[in-house]
């Protein structure tokens, strides 16, 4: 199924193509990265679930278009070897990560950017269940709370290993909006944040004990 794809603004419109529980993988991150991301934006209320997890559905970066606002495309990295964070400048909503090259085609579409098929509907009829919950150890809130991981954690890797390899195979990176140019420089200049302010946002996930 294609579905919407575009920023709370509608500044950034555009698709993801051929999305199926079976063409990625459907997981949360409670990573203290992902969850410093989300206070990067200002948006980890609208981000974050309850225990500091965010929701991605990792896909091959060559079924993601953009038809309209391509140009407020924006990335940023957390530190100089950090991954390539996208959102969209006009209203600060995530897009998706991806690696720093092109070489690895994947990206990790962040739920908020994505249009169920209804309105109000939910995403899991398109995405599937939610296969794993990775980095627990960085959970919030009620972590008793967070469910048991529906596929085992190196399986996960596994499949995901295998997709990634498929999507190479195919040439998926030379077709993501996220580079462009035989080079396969980044669309956006990303913004690397100094020692300083990553340090301030992982106080702000972590805060030092009193």
């Known amino acids: 199924m294609d579905l919407a794809l575009r920023c709370t603004c509608d500044s950034l419109r555009g698709v993801a193509r051929g999305v199926a529980a079976h063409s990625g993988n459907h997981v949360v991150c409670y990573c203290r990265d992902c969850q410093a991301f989300a206070h990067f934006l200002g948006r980890a209320p609208d981000i ?3 225990q ?5 559905f990792q896909m091959s970066p060559a079924r993601i278009e953009i038809g309209a ?3 407020r495309l924006a990335c940023m990295r957390l530190s100089p070897r950090g991954l390539l964070r996208w959102y969209a400048s006009c209203c600060n909503t995530p ?4 690696l720093a090259t092109h070489k690895f085609p994947f990206v990790g579409v962040i739920h908020l950017c994505l249009q169920a098929p209804e309105a109000g509907g939910a995403l899991d009829p398109v995405l599937g269940p939610v296969r794993a919950r990775a980095f627990r150890q960085f959970a919030g809130g009620e972590a008793a709370a967070i469910p048991p991981d529906r596929t085992p954690m190196p399986l996960l890797v596994a499949r995901f290993v295998a997709l990634m390899v498929r999507w190479k195979l195919r ?3 030379a077709r993501s909006v996220f580079f462009r140019g035989p080079g396969g420089s980044p669309t956006a200049e990303p913004r690397v944040l100094s020692l300083a302010e990553r340090d301030e946002l992982r106080r702000i996930v972590s805060p030092p004990p009193a």
């Open 48 to 50: 974050l679930d309850a």
């Open 171 to 173: 040439g998926d990176g």
């Open 52 to 56: 500091g997890g965010t929701e991605i």
């Open 69 to 71: 606002g391509a140009d």
């Open 95 to 98: 897009i998706g990560n991806t």
